[in-house]
């Protein structure tokens, strides 16, 4: 099967700069996503990585190393909406495994 | 285009009771999948189909759980009879393609249905 984890919580300030890790398990995937999830609203996608390295997209980055089975979503100059869970998922056969995700807390 | 639909947005209903979940995907897209959400489990894979057929339905966790795709507009995900631990948000999602190159990987989630179970 497949895993991932994830630190439960996270705090940070605004206008600083974050780092959420995902540490995985798997026989094999395609990828690595990152998704956004404010309080009762839906997931919604930030980036995906299909090889290792760097993915910037605006003050969003994300990276993948599969020698590791690692990958971290790099949340810059944040923002009080930034305040939200982020969740990595394996991309496999047409299907993706979730973390349990990640609460961003965004203070002042 | 409008989105992922679904509805009813809340359920609240009493254990013994059937629920019915409804999923409008986006249109053109052909793979539709069920996920449930808790605080405990996640986000869980119930099934997913791909072109109105059902691919993998290992996720469904027993036999009260029953989904149905009858067009490319449509799915249900049912629940008879309902219990207390089936309170869970239920989204739907949609994409074009089986995922795994940087143009399709996008799962677009619908708003989710509130399921509250007493």
């Known amino acids: 099967g497949q895993s991932l984890e994830q630190p439960s919580e996270v705090t940070a300030v605004e206008g600083a700069i974050v780092q959420i890790n995902c540490t995985y398990q798997?026989?094999?995937?395609?990828?690595l996503s990152w998704y956004q999830q404010h309080d009762g609203g839906a997931p919604t996608f930030l980036s995906y990585n299909a090889l290792d390295g760097l993915e910037e997209t605006g003050r969003f980055s994300s990276f993948l190393s599969r020698s590791d089975s690692y990958g971290y979503l790099l949340l810059q100059e944040l923002q009080m909406k930034d305040s939200a869970s982020y969740f990595c998922a394996l991309s496999g056969y047409s299907t993706l495994t979730f973390g349990k995700g990640t609460m961003l807390l965004v203070s002042p | 285009d409008a989105g992922v639909i679904q509805s009813p947005r809340h359920e609240v209903t009493e254990m013994g009771q059937e629920v019915t979940l409804r999923c409008k995907p986006i249109?053109?897209?052909?793979?539709l999948f069920w996920y449930r959400q808790t605080m405990m489990r996640g986000l869980e894979l119930l099934i997913y189909f791909n072109n109105n057929v059902p691919i993998d339905d290992s996720g469904m966790p027993e036999d009260r759980f029953s989904a149905k795709m009858p067009n490319a507009s449509f799915s249900t995900l049912k629940i008879q009879p309902s219990e207390p631990r089936d309170s869970a948000v239920y989204f739907c999602?949609?994409?074009?393609?089986?995922?795994?190159?940087?143009?399709?990987?996008?799962?677009?989630f619908g708003s989710g249905t509130q399921l509250s179970v007493l």
């Open positions: 249109s053109g897209h052909d793979y």
């Open positions: 798997t026989s094999g995937f395609y990828g």
């Open positions: 999602a949609s994409r074009r393609g089986q995922g795994g190159t940087a143009t399709n990987e996008k799962l677009f």
